[in-house]
């Protein structure tokens, strides 16, 4: 167990509105916030003075009377919003960082109606458990990340990103059909058994393979997380991932400090360029969330 040294606050915080983060090889996130955060430096505890203590029960209690004044729902509706939106990040973060061992895009079905997400995660957990095995077996280590999404009708299915490859043990090439579609051309699809899942209708495609090299696999992937507009996947976990998945570096620091002039001076050295800025503003009467300006550094060559 690491030992933690407790000291004053005003030693054990570091402020900053600015987050870096590196997703992989190509492509870096600069968050700027219009307001500070604090965070307490690694391996240090906050000993609070009985000052520090009372202010931050008064802010608690300003918390519980502005959340009880705005009722329920739309509080509710904010922090939901919230709380997609966080998932969403973390969805592209690892999707982006841990992109190159990704080979297949699976949706997993239930032949009956199952709208019971709890007994759905069991099936899910068992698929994936059994899959892990015997990819150990083989030698090779077992990545995935996806969501659980509610159709219209209520019933529970699973989009997920994996390390199986298509036309190998686990994804057997099962059918060819020739399907119309919405232009009026033809296509052929090419349908597969996935080993292990046994509860319904199951379908991949090949990543590698069978998509454009311009196409964003994780911008796809999030768009199954604004499906469910109710709140059934509000009260459980909305994201589905390995362990083994790598986390993108953070940095955080004040905008104003050298430290981040010299990290940016550092990522344009390296051949980053600057693709896209997003500001996003602030339109709801939280004053606990601030604009952000979202900045997309990647690679030229990308």
């Known amino acids: 167990m690491n030992k933690k040294f407790i000291v004053p606050r005003h030693e054990a915080i570091n402020k900053y509105n600015t987050k870096i983060k590196i997703r992989g090889d190509n492509d870096i996130i600069i968050k700027e916030y219009s307001r500070q955060f604090e965070k307490i430096k690694p391996g240090l505890e906050v000993c609070l003075t009985e000052e520090e203590i009372n202010e931050k029960m008064e802010l608690m209690?300003?918390?519980?009377?502005?959340?009880?004044?705005?009722?329920?729902?739309?509080?509710?509706?904010?922090?939901?919003?919230?709380?997609?939106?966080?998932?969403?990040?973390?969805?592209?973060?690892?999707?982006?960082?841990?992109?190159?061992k990704f080979k297949s895009f699976i949706t997993l079905t239930?032949?009956?109606?199952?709208?019971?997400?709890?007994?759905?995660?069991?099936?899910?957990?068992?698929?994936?458990?059994q899959v892990r095995r015997y990819e150990k077996k083989k030698g090779r280590e077992f990545f995935y990340i996806g969501v659980p999404e509610f159709q219209n009708r209520g019933a529970v299915h699973y989009h997920i990103l994996t390390s199986l490859e298509c036309n190998q043990e686990l994804i057997e090439k099962k059918s060819i059909i020739t399907v119309k579609g919405k232009n009026g051309k033809y296509r052929n699809?090419?349908?597969?058994?996935?080993?292990?899942?046994?509860?319904?209708?199951?379908?991949?495609?090949?990543?590698?393979?069978?998509?454009?090299?311009?196409?964003?696999?994780?911008?796809?992937?999030?768009?199954?997380?604004?499906?469910?507009?109710?709140?059934?996947?509000?009260?459980?976990?909305?994201?589905?991932?390995?362990?083994?998945?790598?986390?993108?570096?953070?940095?955080?620091?004040?905008?104003?400090?050298?430290?981040?002039?010299?990290?940016?001076?550092?990522?344009?050295?390296?051949?980053?360029?600057?693709?896209?800025?997003?500001?996003?503003?602030?339109?709801?009467?939280?004053?606990?969330?601030?604009?952000?300006?979202?900045?997309?550094?990647?690679?030229?060559?990308?």
């Open 189 to 302: 699809l090419e349908y597969y058994n996935l080993k292990y899942w046994n509860e319904g209708f199951s379908s991949a495609f090949d990543i590698i393979g069978d998509i454009n090299k311009d196409f964003n696999i994780g911008l796809y992937i999030t768009k199954y997380l604004y499906k469910d507009l109710g709140n059934k996947l509000w009260i459980n976990k909305k994201l589905l991932k390995s362990n083994n998945l790598i986390k993108p570096s953070e940095l955080n620091l004040d905008k104003e400090s050298e430290e981040y002039k010299q990290a940016i001076e550092y990522i344009e050295k390296k051949g980053y360029v600057l693709k896209y800025s997003n500001y996003i503003e602030n339109k709801s009467n939280n004053k606990y969330i601030p604009d952000i300006t979202i900045l997309t550094y990647k690679k030229n060559n990308i």
């Open 61 to 100: 209690k300003k918390k519980i009377e502005t959340f009880e004044t705005n009722k329920l729902d739309n509080n509710l509706q904010e922090i939901r919003k919230d709380s997609l939106n966080r998932t969403r990040d973390k969805l592209l973060d690892y999707t982006f960082t841990n992109g190159y």
């Open 110 to 129: 239930f032949k009956d109606n199952i709208e019971d997400i709890n007994y759905a995660n069991k099936k899910f957990q068992n698929y994936i458990d």
